[in-house]
């Protein structure tokens, strides 16, 4: 399994439709790489799995989506701090 492609694919669209379209690829980027700062262990493991198990996949979708809030705050504050 790719990680970074199934953590890019659990992001809500609506979540990436209030992004720039120009700012959304790097959006998500900053998502995976937060997600596997705060869950490395996780990230490593999802590498071998052919698909997220059943049992595992609430758990990983809240944390991509803890992950998304995390990066959409901090580049809020990226935002304000140039102005």
Same mark, same amino acid.
């Given at each position: 399994?790719n ?12 979540? =990436? ?6 700012s &959304?690829?790097?959006?998500? %980027?900053?998502i995976? +790489?937060?997600? #596997?700062?705060q869950n490395?262990? =996780?990230?490593?493991?999802?590498g071998?799995w &052919?698909?997220?198990?059943? %049992?595992?996949?609430? +758990?990983?979708v #809240?944390k991509?989506?803890?992950a998304a ?6 580049? &809020?504050?990226e935002?304000?701090?140039s102005h």
């Amino acid at each position: 399994m790719n990680q970074e492609n199934t953590i890019k694919s659990m992001i809500p669209q609506r979540w =990436l439709a209030v992004v720039a379209p120009a700012s &959304r690829s790097i959006w998500a %980027d900053r998502i995976v +790489e937060k997600f #596997k700062e705060q869950n490395p262990e =996780l990230f490593t493991a999802m590498g071998e799995w &052919r698909a997220v198990p059943e %049992d595992d996949r609430e +758990e990983v979708v #809240k944390k991509v989506l803890r992950a998304a809030d995390d990066v959409h705050r901090e580049m &809020r504050d990226e935002r304000k701090s140039s102005h």
